[in-house]
């Protein structure tokens, strides 16, 4: 029997969901003045975006309804912690490479608000069970010196250990047959294995907690967390605050399937995966919006979507939660789907250690044909959107992807005109932002190609790059902002590995800023790059890069390095940069660790440690100069930090093939960036 999409059931319905959104608006939008000034002085509010002044990322990474604040820039009375680049450390791993260790009772961080909000996300790190699977404690929350909340901490969703693909038992032997970078061998059935003390490579440490502030606040109230009396934590490292104005929830769109009419439970104490699945089928054979009103509904699977519009009331109101939560396309093999729109909630998985053949990710499958994904807030999940092609068409744009503990989101294999745009991605356990061209057929079936990542922010991986491009062609990243990698990876990166087709066509990075991009790689024992360019299983070719800033580079800014067992057969040429500014880099502007060549033109740079270049080529050192060559555009300004030459041009010595190769040169930690 058809349903009418103006029965009146639904009408009251609709009707009940109004009411108990109004009822719950109360948490985030109480009208009622701002609470008495405390005792403590607060110092100004500071907003950063990526850690530093937002004026040196204008017009670049994702425009958010929230501001950041570091706690090192707020008034506190616990220990700052770094600056740290190391791996598995605290600071390391922080927004900035800075946080605020508290570890007594009463101990707090005070904030200062720049401007009004009544909710905020807090980054912190408590300590792991000592036989793994998380601690929980509790951090008062005060509002202008007088106590709100206390808000419940966890580290179940974080801290894993050992090796690829990664365990959150501290107790467990690392995996044998991958690549132990400590000790820069191999274990196998024939060398005994070296003794590792346990936990082996704690790392992923920061989880994030959504708290709303109950009164609604104005700029200059402040907002104190403090560890209780209560605590029985050794410790609490609190990293930034984001500060929000959460709005109403959204009611249901005027002809829509209401997931309540199905049965779906907004309490969470029983699954509404079999309602939401009935509602979607509905909304799918009436052709209007399914409404999912607020709360928190238990979902342990995968909902399947095809040609249809699922709605929530906004990512603070509606949640979808449970073991193996996901939304997802049917897969390619099974004709996936079009014309999906994903909008206006939360997924919130339970993963808590990485298992690669698990399909336990936010967002899943193959969405196609026009679908689009916005405004989702997804957190614990093992990727937070996962598509697998080969298909075409899709926008994803204004979500925030937190905790995650593989990829924020990764296109793999053969997928063509997706808008990656105005996403939030922070504390990823590997690519932030991922193209996957991976070949498992043909090259042109399995190209991603065609694609654009822009005015992302991808912050605070733990693993691997800010945003990475495996392969493919013609496809695009640009005006993004990217920080603070840890390890094995970079800010910016174009790699021919992990069987990925190669790369043909142009590749392009443009208008990009990297901050504290470039990571000491533990295996090389070298510096990377805020850009990497790496020729493992193929060439890399035909890249350019123009108007990146790469900021505050620990080593260098430009990499382009090939495996050495491949180094005499996969180069790195047909790369051009122009328009690039480097404001820091402790080591080189520009390493060269392969054969081909690329070009340079008007890259201006300023407060490099050693030499403009360090040109190893191929290592073959032939008479004629380095395998790489540098070809002069023109335009090139700025010195290096040699103390032989003072003042000498970064650039124009070394071109065209000068040999400078130093593979440990000595790194000069860069001041702080500011406005050109």
């Not at 927004?95 to 707090?108: H, I, N």
């Not at 997924?347 to 499958?365: S, Y």
């Not at 180094?567 to 047909?574: A, C, F, T």
Request: hydrophobic share 40%; aromatic share 10%.
């Amino acid at each position: 029997m058809r349903i009418s999409v103006h029965h009146p059931r639904r009408r009251r319905a609709g009707r009940v969901a109004a009411a108990t959104a109004l009822a719950l608006v109360a948490t985030l939008a109480a009208a009622q003045p701002g609470l008495a000034a405390g005792s403590t002085k607060p110092k100004p509010g500071v907003e950063t975006v990526a850690g530093i002044d937002p004026a040196l990322t204008a017009g670049r990474g994702a425009t958010v309804p929230f501001v950041e604040q570091e706690a090192e820039n707020a008034t506190f009375t616990g220990d700052l912690i770094g600056p740290d680049r190391t791996p598995y450390t605290l600071p390391s791993e922080a927004s900035g490479r800075t946080a605020v260790k508290l570890d007594a009772a009463g101990e707090y961080v005070q904030y200062t608000l720049t401007k009004p909000a009544n909710a905020v996300t807090l980054r912190y790190a408590i300590p792991d069970a000592p036989g793994g699977g998380g601690l929980t404690g509790p951090i008062d929350v005060a509002v202008n010196g007088i106590k709100l909340t206390s808000a419940p901490l966890t580290s179940q969703y974080s801290w894993l250990y050992g090796t690829y693909p990664f365990s959150n038992d501290p107790q467990a032997d690392p995996n044998k047959d991958w690549w132990l970078t400590e000790c820069g061998c191999v274990p196998s059935a024939t060398t005994p294995a070296p003794v590792f003390d346990k936990p082996f490579r704690a790392f992923h440490y920061y989880a994030e907690k959504r708290i709303p502030l109950v009164v609604p606040l104005k700029k200059g109230d402040t907002v104190r967390f403090t560890v209780p009396r209560t605590n029985k934590l050794d410790w609490v490292v609190l990293d930034v605050a984001d500060f929000e104005q959460v709005g109403l929830p959204k009611l249901p769109p005027r002809k829509s399937v209401n997931a309540w009419l199905y049965g779906a439970d907004p309490t969470g104490r029983k699954s509404s995966a079999d309602a939401l699945d009935k509602a979607i089928a509905a909304g799918k054979k009436l052709q209007v919006p399914v409404y999912i009103p607020p709360g928190t509904y238990k979902v342990d699977r995968h909902l399947v979507v095809d040609k249809v519009t699922v709605v929530g009331a906004g990512s603070w109101w509606t949640t979808l939660t449970g073991d193996g939560v996901g939304v997802y396309g049917k897969y390619v093999e099974d004709g996936g789907s079009t014309d999906v729109h994903l909008a206006d909630f939360s997924i919130i998985g339970n993963v808590r250690d990485r298992v690669d053949d698990d399909q336990v990710n936010g967002v899943g499958g193959a969405l196609g044909g026009g679908s689009t994904v916005e405004r989702l807030f997804i957190q614990h999940t093992k990727v937070g959107m996962w598509f697998d092609g080969p298909f075409s068409g899709l926008t994803v744009k204004d979500n925030v992807i937190v905790d995650q503990i593989a990829d924020g989101l990764n296109l793999r294999r053969g997928i063509s005109d997706a808008t990656v745009t105005n996403n939030f991605i922070r504390g990823t356990g590997d690519d932030g932002l991922a193209m996957w061209s991976h070949g498992v057929s043909t090259p042109a079936q399995d190209a991603d190609h065609d694609n654009v990542f822009s005015h992302n922010t991808v912050l605070n991986p733990a693993l691997a790059n800010n945003i990475a491009i495996y392969g493919g062609h013609d496809n695009t990243v640009a005006h993004n902002v990217v920080a603070d990698p840890v390890r094995e990876g970079s800010g910016l990166h174009a790699g021919a590995r992990f069987s990925a087709v190669p790369f043909s066509g142009r590749t392009t990075f443009t208008d990009n800023t990297t901050v504290r991009a470039s990571t000491f790689d533990l295996n090389w024992k070298i510096g990377l790059g805020a850009i990497w360019l790496y020729a493992l299983e193929g060439p890399v070719k035909g890249v350019d890069v123009t108007g990146d800033h790469y900021l505050d580079n620990g080593y260098n800014a430009i990499m382009m390095v090939s495996e050495w067992g491949v180094k005499d057969l996969y180069g790195i040429d047909d790369v051009h940069f122009s328009d690039v500014q480097v404001d820091g880099a402790g080591t080189s502007v520009v390493s060269a660790r392969a054969f081909g060549s690329a070009s340079f033109t008007n890259v201006d740079v300023r407060n490099i440690g050693w030499a403009g270049v360090n040109n190893c080529g191929a290592f073959g050192f032939p008479a004629t100069g380095a395998e790489f060559s540098l070809v002069d555009g023109g335009g090139n300004d700025g010195t290096d930090g040699n103390p032989w030459e003072v003042g000498r041009n970064w650039f124009t010595p070394f071109v065209p093939n000068a040999i400078t190769c130093n593979d440990r040169p000595p790194v000069v930690t860069p001041p702080a960036p500011s406005t050109w």
